[in-house]
């Protein structure tokens, strides 16, 4: 970033992008607890999150990088060294799965993410 703040590269982000990159998905229909949103994975659409990702990433212990976006623009996603996905929008920090596949999978069927709290 301008500010010098750089994001971190893993083997589980390449091996994500290498699989997944690319690809936007839209949900084939209503959600089962909340509104599907398509997904765009693209981790260009996070390369100016930087610095957000690595202070979410120190308060998880763990390191982030871009995996992409939820298309309409309203969450930001990130997956760290272990393969778990997480999205960040204005309303706060989502834990999405534990794999890129369940992330998606969440996602697109509309459940639930769960909110990462500071308690």
Partial sequence: ?????????????VEAWAEFGGLTVTAPGPGRQIAPVPV??????????????????????????????ESDGGSHLALDAEGRVYGIDHTGDWYLGASVDEALTLLLTGLQPTRLTTA
């Fill in 40 to 69: 765009r994975i693209d981790p260009l659409t996070g390369l100016h999150l930087a610095r957000t990702f690595a202070d979410l990433g120190r308060a998880l212990s763990t390191t982030l990088c871009p995996l992409g976006v």
């Fill in 1 to 13: 970033t301008p500010a010098g703040h750089r994001h971190t590269v893993f083997p589980a982000a």
